[in-house]
Nanobody
Framework: QVQLVESGGGLVQAGGSLRLSCAAS????????MGWFRHAPGKEREYVAA????????YYADYVKGRFTTSRDNAKNTLYLQMNSLKPEDTAVYYC?????????????????WGQGTQVTVSS
């Protein structure tokens, strides 16, 4: 059974920072692409960032580019999302996702495993 568990969410003021973690268990993700998505009330779940199996290649949505950074530690089976210069519009539940293969990118339909989400709230 594959499990992804996010942590690190919370309440922060605009301009602040948070670091999300996603711990994977049940299988090794060393060969899997992974992604971050978010879901705000009244909106569709949207893509945030993606990273390839080695961590050597990353992609970001335009609205987080330059502010968010994703990385991974395959020895720890853990994915990270460093979020800086947070804005109220970043408020959402954040999810990590993993695929069964090497895909990493913006399509949520390419990911097979999802965490339960962690709430990020940015106050103005």
């Amino acid at each position: 059974q594959v499990q992804l568990v996010e942590s690190g969410g919370g309440l922060v003021q605009a301009g602040g920072s948070l670091r999300l973690s996603c711990a994977a268990s049940g299988r090794t993700f060393i060969s899997s692409g992974m992604g971050w998505f978010r879901h705000a009330p009244g909106k569709e779940r949207e893509y945030v960032a993606a990273i390839n199996w080695s961590g050597g290649s990353t992609y970001y949505a335009d609205y987080v580019k330059g502010r968010f950074t994703t990385s991974r530690d395959n020895a720890k089976n853990t994915l990270y999302l460093q979020m800086n210069s947070l804005k109220p519009e970043d408020t959402a539940v954040y999810y990590c996702a993993a695929g069964s293969g090497s895909y990493y990118g913006p399509s949520r339909y390419e990911y097979d495993y999802w965490g339960q989400g962690t709430q990020v709230t940015v106050s103005s």
